[in-house]
């Protein structure tokens, strides 16, 4: 299996919970910005600061390290990780759609797509034929609700027929147990119920 995981930060809660995954895609802005390219041009254009995060590549080796994951590599933007059994391709100060051209070649027919803590523009899915195992977390927000960009994974899976493009959907709780769906609608629920739970749970005395 090949997982693509855009604004994957230091995560490596994949890693560890999907054993059967074993080669991993990573891809974020950081350590140069928090905010995607475009975000972060915009930002320096107004003259303020596009806090770059100085101790990602410290963290993010370490969080590997901690989980068996050696850094055997270094290609400029690229760092490589490996425990023999599982792989991990980081391009750091990368970002889709910016990066995409570049990228488009690295990624093409994966079959597994994180979408944790950040709503990736959906240009990427051009890049595989395949049917893919959608894999989503408690902690990210998957309504149907405003977004900047409408050709993002999260809104064109509400506005339009992307989901077909997609097998199975993984809902990782807090607790970090797995659950699995056969529809996009049936995670989306699942997941609407989590939320109004983790909502109810402030109000408890």
Not at 120 to 143: E, M, W
Not at 151 to 156: L, P
Request: aromatic share 16%; charged share 25%; with cysteine.
């Amino acid at each position: 299996m090949k997982a693509v995981y855009i604004g994957a930060g230091t995560d490596i809660r994949p890693i560890e919970h999907f054993k059967e995954i074993k080669l991993f895609y990573y891809i974020d802005g950081k350590p140069n910005s928090k905010f995607d390219i475009l975000q972060s041009e915009t930002i320096i254009e107004n003259e303020l600061n596009n806090f770059p995060k100085r101790n990602f590549i410290s963290e993010l080796d370490y969080n590997m390290t901690n989980i068996g994951l050696a850094l055997i590599n270094v290609y400029g933007n690229l760092r490589v990780y490996s425990n023999n059994d599982q792989m991990v391709y980081y391009y750091t100060n990368s970002a889709i759609p910016e990066n995409y051209e570049y990228l488009k070649n690295k990624i093409q027919n994966f079959d597994t797509l994180i979408v944790m803590g950040h709503d990736p523009d959906s240009i990427f899915l051009d890049t595989t034929s395949k049917k893919i195992h959608f894999i989503g977390n408690q902690s990210t927000v998957y309504a149907n609700s405003e977004f900047e960009n409408d050709n993002s994974i999260i809104y064109k899976m509400h506005n339009s027929d992307l989901k077909s493009k997609f097998h199975k959907f993984t809902f990782l709780s807090k607790c970090n147990r797995i659950h699995d769906f056969d529809s996009w609608d049936k995670f989306h629920n699942f997941y609407k119920k989590k939320k109004e739970e983790d909502y109810s749970s402030i109000f408890e005395i």
